[in-house]
C-alpha cells in the first residue's frame, strides 16, 4: 500500500489489490492489479502510477531490489481495473464452492480463470520507470556489546 499514497493527491484511493507473478515474460515480473476509487472526474496522471509502480518496488526487499538490478525480475507492473472487478472475483469464488461467510480478497492470485476476468476488466497498465537502490553487502542482523 505505499505504492498508493500518490493517489490521495488526486482524492483517489486504493479499493481493493491482488498480485501475481507474470513468467510469460523474460525476465518474468510481478503485477498488482489495482481498483481505484476516485471522488471526482480528474484523470490521475500516467506519471502517479509509474511513481506508484517504483515506491512499491523500492519498500521491497533486498533480494526483489538486487533481482532487479541484476535483471532476473523484470518491473514491478500495476493494473487499474475496472470498478467492480473485485465484487467480479468475489462472485467467482463464490460460484465455485466459497464460504461468503469466510471470503477473503486473494492477495496473490495463480488460478487462470480468476487472472482471466482481472486481465479483461484492465483499463490501463504502468510499469515501474526505474530501478529500486540496492547496495550489495551483508547486512548486520545485531551487534553484541
Same mark, same amino acid.
Given at each position: 500500500?505505499?505504492?498508493?499514497?500518490?493517489?490521495?493527491?488526486?482524492?483517489? !484511493?486504493?479499493?481493493?489489490?491482488?498480485?501475481?507473478?507474470?513468467?510469460?515474460?523474460?525476465?518474468?515480473?510481478?503485477?498488482?492489479?489495482?481498483?481505484?476509487?476516485?471522488?471526482?472526474?480528474?484523470?490521475?496522471?500516467?506519471?502517479?502510477?509509474?511513481?506508484?509502480?517504483?515506491?512499491?518496488?523500492?519498500?521491497?526487499?533486498?533480494?526483489?531490489?538486487?533481482?532487479?538490478?541484476?535483471?532476473?525480475?523484470?518491473?514491478?507492473?500495476?493494473?487499474?481495473?475496472?470498478?467492480?472487478?473485485?465484487?467480479?472475483?468475489?462472485?467467482?469464488?463464490?460460484?465455485?464452492?466459497? !464460504?461468503?461467510?469466510?471470503?477473503?480478497?486473494?492477495?496473490?492470485?495463480?488460478?487462470?480463470?480468476?487472472?482471466?476476468?482481472?486481465?479483461?476488466?484492465?483499463?490501463?497498465?504502468?510499469?515501474?520507470?526505474?530501478?529500486?537502490?540496492?547496495?550489495?553487502?551483508?547486512?548486520?542482523?545485531?551487534?553484541?556489546?
Amino acid at each position: 500500500k505505499n505504492g498508493s499514497n500518490h493517489l490521495s493527491n488526486y482524492n483517489a !484511493s486504493l479499493t481493493d489489490y491482488t498480485s501475481s507473478a507474470d513468467t510469460s515474460t523474460i525476465p518474468g515480473h510481478y503485477i498488482l492489479y489495482w481498483e481505484i476509487s476516485k471522488n471526482n472526474q480528474n484523470p490521475i496522471p500516467d506519471s502517479v502510477f509509474k511513481e506508484c509502480c517504483f515506491t512499491v518496488e523500492d519498500s521491497l526487499n533486498s533480494v526483489y531490489r538486487q533481482g532487479r538490478i541484476t535483471e532476473s525480475i523484470g518491473p514491478l507492473e500495476i493494473k487499474v481495473v475496472e470498478n467492480g472487478t473485485f465484487d467480479k472475483v468475489m462472485d467467482f469464488a463464490l460460484s465455485q464452492g466459497a !464460504s461468503i461467510n469466510q471470503y477473503k480478497t486473494p492477495r496473490c492470485v495463480k488460478y487462470g480463470p480468476i487472472l482471466e476476468l482481472l486481465n479483461s476488466k484492465t483499463v490501463s497498465s504502468f510499469f515501474s520507470p526505474k530501478c529500486p537502490q540496492w547496495v550489495p553487502g551483508h547486512k548486520k542482523w545485531c551487534t553484541l556489546d
